[in-house]
């Protein structure tokens, strides 16, 4: 580094690592666009960089241990390089972090738009760069932008931070902070901003986005934002990212259903079926009103694709509990589920209870319930067979076969002689193979 630093570039390259959620990619987006207008150069992952910022995840201890390797690997791919390490691990381990990786600069889940400023700084001069800073009651949501993402057809729009839930398995709150809603405006001006650069499709996003307006005191403030975004000149589909069960009102849904440009897929964290283990995990619904706030959805969009996650071998989960899940599963019919072993996470309030699952249990209960969600998923896909759909093409697989989604979440593969990208197009559905609709 005393090379680098005596040697100033006039350009610096720089790479991204982003682990995690949605809301890390966006914020990875986010600050390579405020870098590149500082003067840096973004370079594709992987290069070898003067400047590696690796954004971190602190959801389960293995995603921690990768966030590790990858600060590890920077300084061994260059080993002059400044290595920066910002977000959720930072936040939650910052200190030991810096004690027992190669780390220059360290920046928590805040000041991420200081990242320009700490890299200068740290060029000039070696000393190490920390920007760490504990959350304090109520906080101001950090404005970082973007007006265009290195995917050319879905823009991934954070709304919100933080959350209020402490769901007793999860560290986020601790890391993230109480909800900060982004302002209504801002949101807008961003999305009419992605729409000009050519996007359709835009997914709105956050840590706990069914909180969205709650720090202002304004209950329907999440559909007010949908149908003003439904207003968006070149905005041509609307989708939202994990929603809580209890944000589906029958006023949310009539209003949500009735706007031409909102996806019908919903994708409503369950977690378990069985009321016991919901209660023990701090979630803030049963299993009852789960079901009735689906068939609400079904009511106003009947083909809506309703996705979830579950988590198996909850500390305490008895094999009735685990069946409770399973017929559950069997009643609602997921289009798709995400199912998660249970993981100890240190610092949360489940990492503390008794009986912990064996993990030979966990692992049945994994492989019993992906089978299942398996066959659901091809029943619902079969609905569609024969039927003509429009579809959002995204990219090219292989010469002259395209992939794209449905509206309401389904993957689809065209064949097609001309180029389709970032197109809407109707769709034939012909047959159902290795997950997903063959269409023409
Ligand atoms: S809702 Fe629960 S699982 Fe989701 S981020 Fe908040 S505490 Fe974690």
């Given at each position: 580094m005393n090379k680098q630093a005596s040697n100033i570039k006039e350009k610096y390259t720089v790479s991204f690592t982003t682990l995690g959620c949605?809301?890390?990619?966006?914020?990875?987006?986010?600050?390579?666009?405020l870098l590149e207008q500082e003067g840096f150069v973004v370079v594709p992952h992987g290069e070898i960089s003067d400047i590696y910022i690796i954004n971190t995840c602190a959801v389960t201890k293995e995603s921690e241990r990768k966030s590790r390797q990858f600060i590890n690997k920077a300084k061994r791919m260059n080993p002059e390089a400044v290595v920066v390490a910002v977000g959720c691990s930072v936040q939650l381990n910052g200190e030991n972090l810096s004690k027992e990786t190669d780390v220059d600069i360290i920046i928590g889940t805040k000041h991420k738009s200081n990242i320009g400023k700490l890299i200068k700084e740290r060029l000039k001069d070696i000393k190490f760069e920390s920007q760490v800073e504990e959350f304090c009651g109520r906080e101001d949501f950090e404005e970082l932008k973007i007006s265009t993402v290195h995917d050319k057809t879905r823009a991934n729009i954070k709304i919100q931070d933080g959350c209020s839930q402490f769901c007793s398995y999860c560290?986020?709150?601790?890391?993230?902070?109480?909800?900060?809603?982004?302002?209504?405006?801002?949101?807008?001006?961003?999305?009419?901003?992605?729409?000009?650069?050519?996007?359709?499709?835009?997914?709105?996003?956050?840590?706990?986005?069914?909180?969205?307006?709650k720090d202002f005191h304004q209950q329907d403030a999440l559909i007010k934002l949908i149908e003003d975004i439904n207003e968006i000149k070149g905005i041509e589909r609307i989708r939202l990212g994990s929603l809580e069960p209890k944000l589906i009102t029958e006023d949310f849904v009539k209003r949500y259903s009735s706007l031409d440009k909102t996806c019908d897929h919903f994708h409503l964290s369950l977690q378990s079926g069985s009321e016991s283990v919901l209660k023990r995990m701090n979630r803030k619904y049963t299993a009852d009103e789960y079901k009735n706030n689906v068939d609400l959805i079904r009511k106003y969009l009947p083909d809506?694709?309703?996705?979830?996650?579950?988590?198996?071998?909850?500390?305490?989960?008895?094999?009735?509990?685990?069946?409770e899940t399973i017929e559950f599963v069997k009643a609602i019919k997921f289009s798709r589920i995400h199912v998660f072993k249970y993981s100890v996470r240190e610092g949360t309030k489940a990492a503390e209870m008794k009986n912990q699952v064996d993990e030979a249990i966990k692992s049945q209960r994994s492989r019993t319930l992906i089978d299942l969600a398996d066959s659901f998923s091809r029943d619902f896909m079969k609905k569609f067979e024969g039927k003509t759909i429009p579809v959002l093409v995204e990219t090219e697989k292989k010469e002259n076969i395209f992939e794209g989604y449905t509206t309401n979440y389904l993957k689809v593969l065209l064949k097609s002689d001309i180029n389709i990208k970032n197109k809407i197009v109707n769709a034939r559905i012909k047959c159902v193979k290795n997950d997903y609709l063959w269409g023409e």
């Open positions: 949605k809301v890390n990619q966006f914020e990875s987006e986010a600050m390579t666009e560290i986020i709150p601790y890391v993230r902070g109480p909800i900060r809603s982004r302002s209504h405006d801002y949101i807008l001006d961003e999305i009419s901003k992605v729409a000009s650069n050519g996007y359709k499709e835009i997914v709105l996003n956050g840590i706990h986005i069914s909180s969205y307006g809506a694709g309703i996705t979830t996650d579950i988590i198996v071998g909850f500390p305490g989960e008895t094999d009735d509990e685990f069946n």
